[in-house]
């Protein structure tokens, strides 16, 4: 039991931080429109990057494709970090670094997903729709 509830927890994390972080990206928030002129991806690279993180949450949320999922957020997510390190800095518009944090906790948390379900790695290779 307590094993399903932590993975639940696993899945929850992430799912909730990229979700909320799609208000900001869709409505096109001054901040998300400010990241993304940054990394001169504004405005495709910012509703693609949301579109992506929609999808990663679905899949994140159904047991049956977390591992997908999960590897979609860890991919998202280091394209956050790398972009945070090299080009915009650590703290955005004054956010005391919370972007930042906030993507660092959505990769431990899907790092943790896919080294939980490193065994079934092999089954993506066979994935039948």
Request: contains cysteine.
């Amino acid at each position: 039991m307590k094993s399903v509830i932590f993975t639940w927890v696993l899945r929850l994390i992430p799912a909730i931080i990229l979700l909320q972080t799609l208000f900001f990206k869709f409505t096109a928030s001054e901040e998300s429109v400010y990241i993304f002129s940054m990394l001169s991806m504004e405005p495709f690279g910012r509703i693609g990057s949301g579109i992506v993180e929609l999808i990663a949450v679905i899949l994140i949320l159904i047991p049956r494709t977390t591992l997908l999922g999960a590897l979609i957020g860890i991919g998202v997510m280091l394209g956050a970090i790398f972009s945070h390190i090299f080009v915009l800095g650590i703290e955005v518009k004054n956010d005391e670094g919370m972007l930042f944090i906030l993507a660092i906790i959505t990769f431990l948390c899907c790092s943790i997903l896919v080294i939980k379900d490193k065994g079934k790695i092999p089954d993506l290779m066979n994935f039948k729709i």
